[in-house]
């Protein structure tokens, strides 16, 4: 069974740094893009990062390049999301998901509040 | 950036009814994915590819398009249809989603 486990949301101020990461199991991790895609509070989704198979390839929206980082540890089968310089518009549900047609699996979520 | 408008925000559906939701997009796109979120949990895909339905979906849903016009409908409402529905284009970078339609049981 494929799952996905998001983890290290909290609470942050602005302009400080989070790492989150995201527990892969249940598929040969290493076979896939990998991506990053958030929700603010009552609001749509947005997608936030995309990783190629190997992490040689990143692809970022132009509201987080420069701040965030996408990154992955195939040996691990774990999936990485380092966040600086988080402002309060980064407030958000954080998802990673697996990429094939679509993204066809989703963690649970984990929860980024930015505030002083 | 290919924005993605879609089209209604929100609407009301009775048991039976027939729903189209639609997903304009500024730029042509190859093909027009589709989530359903339901409150407090993961988006789940819905159709990809345009028309193809995800495993579970049920036959009552389609999805059909081309270009910039693409459409989810479902034949006849039923009531575990009550959702909010994205679509997301990945033809090209930045990927976009849709603002979004909810779709509530009347």
């Known amino acids: 069974e494929v799952q996905l486990v998001e983890s290290g949301g909290g609470l942050v101020q602005p302009g400080r740094s989070l790492k989150l990461s995201c527990a892969a199991s249940?598929?040969?991790?290493?076979?896939?893009?990998m991506a990053w895609v958030r929700q603010a509070p009552k609001k749509g989704l947005e997608w936030v990062a995309t990783?190629?198979?190997?992490?040689?390839?990143?692809y970022y929206p132009d509201s987080v390049k420069g701040r965030f980082t996408i990154s992955r540890d195939n040996a691990k089968s774990s999936l990485y999301l380092q966040m600086n310089s988080l402002k309060s518009e980064d407030t958000a549900t954080y998802y990673c998901?697996?990429?094939?047609?679509?993204?066809?699996?989703w963690g649970q979520g984990v929860m980024v509040t930015v505030s002083s | 950036e290919i924005v993605l408008t879609q089209s209604p925000t929100t609407m009301a559906a009775s048991p039976g009814e027939k729903v189209t939701i639609t997903c304009r997009a500024s730029?042509?796109?190859?093909?027009m994915h589709w989530f359903q979120q339901k409150s407090g949990t993961s988006p789940k895909p819905w159709i990809y590819?345009?028309?193809k339905l995800a495993s579970g979906v049920p036959d009552r849903f389609s999805g059909s398009g081309s270009g910039t016009s693409y459409s989810l409908t479902i034949s006849s409402m039923e009531a575990e249809d009550a959702a909010t529905y994205y679509c997301?284009?990945?033809?090209?970078?930045?990927?976009?989603f849709g603002g979004g339609t909810k779709l509530e049981l009347k």
């Open positions: 998901a697996r990429v094939t047609t679509v993204l066809d699996y």
């Open positions: 249940g598929f040969t991790f290493s076979n896939y893009y």
């Open positions: 990783i190629s198979t190997s992490g040689s390839r990143t």
């Open positions: 730029s042509s796109v190859s093909y």
């Open positions: 590819d345009t028309s």
């Open positions: 997301l284009q990945r033809s090209s970078y930045p990927w976009t």
